[in-house]
């Protein structure tokens, strides 16, 4: 009887599984296939920075999965790699899915055969991506090479859910025998004698056509990167995303500011009088503002921008850059951890962690947010539409507010490099030159499956935190701008305050108040901003892009002002959360205010050259 | 050591596009991060593409994966033709 109950507790601990593979086998794939959790899955080396965890069921036994981030070999000093090595050495009673790919299956052999060196058994060999093998004619013979590593091997497709469940069944059946190690060897051969052995070993047991090789070098890479053709393609890849996101953002958008401005007055019939100003004016107004303002361009444009991540387009982009990034003393990695940046800086601060070089990795901290995050982003797009598309002639309308965009996020990035190129040859010298990036090959992405996944967890969990913030910050503005000071609201005080400054930048005060006051989320901007210029405290009638431009236009804008707005938009502080995550990232409160100092430093200077540059043109006018 | 295409070894930066090589020795200051990835003596390497800038170059290593190299980088690998 007690032996049961001992028994019963041992099988209650779930059993613990480890996933290895070098990047790029679609290890995040195969964790989220196992576990059904949705961890953001990226083409690239170094996109899983952190070991991640899930469980799941099988056969009524609970099993404990943690993906480690992508390596390429299991003793190795490399910060990417050592996460790896570190969980390998604690999981004694685990057992280790060591991920491979078909295409690759040299690798995937080399990394197995390293591991048992290292641990003596307690593997199953995973060979995943077996669809695209077999299109290119690869046959695999599974018995043969599980006799030849002396661990089970399998061969999945990771998208396919029977798969997933074969792969559930090997592991189930073999994981008390696998889970007892022998010891490990105690000498361990040389890379390359390895190398050997698992070139001998894929190509006993793998029956691959001579000229697999070209698939890779491809047409889509020799048009992709080509001298006359590389850079201005990836150009038109971007505008015409930026196209589809401000022209198919303008109907959600509208839609959506009526539907809020309808349920308004109706809302306010059940509010009781004193909380109506904070809650309707104040909270609801700036709620629903960025609902129907900033949603419908992110619902856009991030899933369009991850199913060009998905296909493996982002590592081309920093390969055809690579040189701008050399010339100013970085390595092109940085542009992936600027496009993850395109997302959220704090994202992008995080993914600096793929920098081999620690002074870059700093450099590359400090620069992330340069690159305007989504909040941003929207806020681009907005006033770009509003102000640049009602400035031109109807039929451009479409093309005028993209080619803004376009041309402040060439700015971000060109701004970049001189910072890092500032950085680089002052505080943070003697990065390494060397640079040596894998190129995934292109995959075809799950086009209906990224823009859900990526609507649902990206977009939905973006906006709910601007809503978080945004709901009690609505609040305090409401009540700065109700609260009456010696006859002024107390809002309209403040920026009288800054107004000499913001003159002096060709902004005006509310503005510099309200960059200041969305401290907590950069999505918040516009409608602090808005809040202000109505200076009885409410919006205009939720925010319709059209009212905004009236609304701009009565406070005196002009278009050095949406000009410098949007500079400023660009380059101002980091939000607070990248600021945290600056802060935990690097631990040095020099990089912090480095960090912050920068873009201000940077947005101040452009914002005083336009100013000076549109007084040149009116005197010569 | 005379490094030239028709004395046999020679720097991987020289690598013609399209042609392929053997690795026959790697410089021992680039040896451990270049083996992480899967550059090791004896490994068949083909110059892939290049950069709209010239730099870097894209290999394809071993016929299975493509790593990008900086010229500086490639320097540090010698690599012989073998005819077929």
Redesign the interface.
Known sequence: MRLEIFKQKRTDAPRRLYLLGNPNVGKSTVFNAMTGLRQHTGNWSGKTVDAARGKYTYNDRKYELTDLPGTHSVNSGFSEESVAARSIALGDDAVTLILADASALKRGVALALEFLENNGGGAVLCVNFCDIAERRGIKINFKKLSEALGIPAIGITAKRRGDINCLKELIDKNYDKLSRKTEARESLSEPKELLRLADGISAECSDAPRKTANAACGLADRVLTSRVFGIPIMLMFFAGILWLTIEGANYPSELLSRLFAYIKPHMAAFVPNPLKGILVDGIYGTVTWIVAVMLPPMAIFFPLFTLLEDAGFLPRIAFNLDRCYARCGMSGKQCLTQCMGLGCNAVGVCGCRIMPDENQRTIAVITNSLIPCNGRFAILISLSAIFIGGMVPDRLAGLMPMLCVLALICLAFAVSWGASLFFSKTLFRGGESAFAMELPEYRRPEILKTLAVSLVTRTIKIVGRAILVSAPTGAVVWLLANTDVGGAPMLTRLSLLLDPAGRLIGVDGFILLAFILSLPANEITMPILIMGYTAAGAMADAGSLSNLSALLAQNGWTLLTAVNMMILTLFHWPCATTLITIYKETKSLKTLALSFLTPCVIGIALCLITKLLSKAVLLIV | MFLCKKNGVFQLDKLNRGETAVIAEIKAA?G???????F????SI?N?????????T?Y?L?????????K??AKNILVKIIAD
Request: net charge negative; glycine share 20%.
């Open positions: 680039a451990g991060r270049l083996a992480e990835m899967g090791v003596a004896g490994e083909q892939g593409f290049t950069s709209p800038a010239g730099d870097p894209a394809l071993g016929g299975c994966s493509l790593v990008a190299l900086r500086s980088e």
